[in-house]
């Protein structure tokens, strides 16, 4: 029997594990339907995704007897007619596998067999459970990793299946050369200072690039007014580490930097920034 709640399935129409995340926003699509399964192989009980303080998946009938995720029962209660709650630990933070939005999946007929579940409970065993995260929720979870957690932990940029070790790219590693650098499929990163202006940021890389007979720096000035991320205020004035993707610096002869347009709406593309500086 479980304590913890049950953040991940098995899915009939991707083929592989899902979390309970992925899961609840395909059922925000009303043209989707998922089928998904208890992982275990004496259970396979249908469960769907529900969330409340957290996402979890619940069964829609009840896990077979002995199975890990059958819930407790809950305890008995000073006030009649009332179940005692039960403290439930809060689930670790999800470890997203892609880098973007949940990707479309092609629509299964029937249902599938226990052996068809078999084959899905043997995949989940050895293949991560699908988790699509934001650029910030991919950094955060680079941050929290060791060296050996990020050579095995796989993650999707577009059509590139990496690892979260081969995901990042050290500018304190790579040529002067910027426009070597592949930001469409890595996320790059290196350290910056951050400046904090009466109505703007100024975000500087500390590493600097060849341009014709000199090296300059790139260079950042997000206005205040941007849809910034509310911690930049807590970073001004000090070092930080500077992450980049999906965006190509150009030199800009009139600032004399390399620079480059952010659009703080986008949840997969663009810069993101952490105190001090991280190596990899």
């Known amino acids: 029997m479980r304590d ?28 989707i339907h998922l089928d998904c399964y208890c992982p275990h192989d004496n259970c396979f009980a249908e469960v769907h995704p529900a969330r409340k303080k957290h ?16 819930a407790r029962s809950s305890e ?34 029937g249902k599938p067999t226990r052996e068809d579940l078999l084959k899905l409970a043997a995949t989940f065993r050895v293949v991560p459970a699908q988790r699509s995260g934001t650029l910030e929720e991919v950094i955060d979870a680079w941050t929290l990793m060791t060296r050996d957690e990020r050579v095995l932990r ?5 059509n590139e299946t990496l690892t979260y070790e081969t995901a990042f790219i050290f500018l ?63 970073l001004a004035n000090q070092d930080a580490t500077l992450f980049w993707h999906g965006v190509t610096p150009t030199f800009s002869g009139e600032r004399k930097a390399f620079r480059f347009g952010v659009d703080f709406r986008s ?5 993101a920034l952490r105190p001090g500086e991280l190596l990899p």
């Open 4 to 31: 913890e709640l049950m953040t991940e399935a098995l899915c009939w129409q991707t083929g592989a594990g899902i979390s309970a995340d992925d899961a609840y926003e395909y059922k925000q699509n009303d043209s």
């Open 172 to 234: 304190g590693r790579v040529s002067n050369d910027i426009h070597t650098l592949n930001s469409l499929d890595r996320i790059i990163f290196g350290a910056a200072t951050v400046e904090q202006k009466e109505h703007y940021y100024v975000i500087k890389s500390r590493r600097k690039f060849v341009h014709e007979a000199g090296n300059q720096q790139l260079c950042l000035t997000p206005g205040k007014t941007d849809r910034i991320p509310e911690y930049f205020a807590t």
């Open 154 to 158: 796989p993650l999707t940029i577009g």
């Open 55 to 70: 996402t979890y998946f619940v069964a829609r009938a009840k896990h077979a007897p002995g199975c890990p995720n059958e």
């Open 267 to 271: 949840e997969y593309v663009g810069i």
């Open 76 to 109: 008995s209660s000073s006030y009649p007619g009332e179940p005692k709650p039960r403290d439930t630990p809060e689930p670790p933070a999800p470890i997203p596998t892609l880098l973007g939005p949940t990707p479309p999946i092609e629509p299964k007929s």
